[in-house]
């Protein structure tokens, strides 16, 4: 049974930081892709950033520079160092193993998924 367990949410000013965790159990296929999705109201879900089992690393263009994602050694947990934080990045934050998005829907059937970690920045 695949569990992810996430924190590090909040409440933030605008310019702060946080750092998101995930850290993943149960998991038996080999090194899978892990990330961050991003559901606020109105928007589709979107991949933030994530990093397949090669350790290639992916950003959505408007967090560039700004958010990092890293990983342990174990390829169990992923952080998501956030950065200059904008109104613009709240919402509902998702860790995601193999996941896919479906119909702009966070979470969805595919892949697993943690119980999302809420950002909020004003």
């Known amino acids: 049974h695949v569990q992810l367990v996430e924190s590090g949410g909040g409440s933030v000013q605008t310019g702060g930081s946080l750092t998101l965790t995930c850290t993943v159990s149960?998991?038996?296929?080999?090194?899978?892709?892990m990330g961050w999705f991003r559901q606020s109201p109105g928007n589709v879900c979107e991949l933030i950033s994530d990093?397949?089992?090669?350790?290639?690393?992916y950003y959505q263009v408007s967090v560039e520079g700004r958010f990092t994602l890293s990983q342990d050694n174990a390829k169990t947990t992923v952080y998501l160092q956030m950065n200059s934080l904008r109104s613009e990045d709240t919402g509902m934050y998702y860790c995601g193993v193999d996941a896919s998005v479906v119909a702009g829907r966070c979470p969805s059937k595919f892949g697993h998924w943690g119980q999302g970690t809420q950002v909020t920045v004003s």
């Open positions: 149960g998991y038996t296929l080999g090194d899978p892709a």
């Open positions: 990093i397949t089992g090669r350790g290639n690393v």
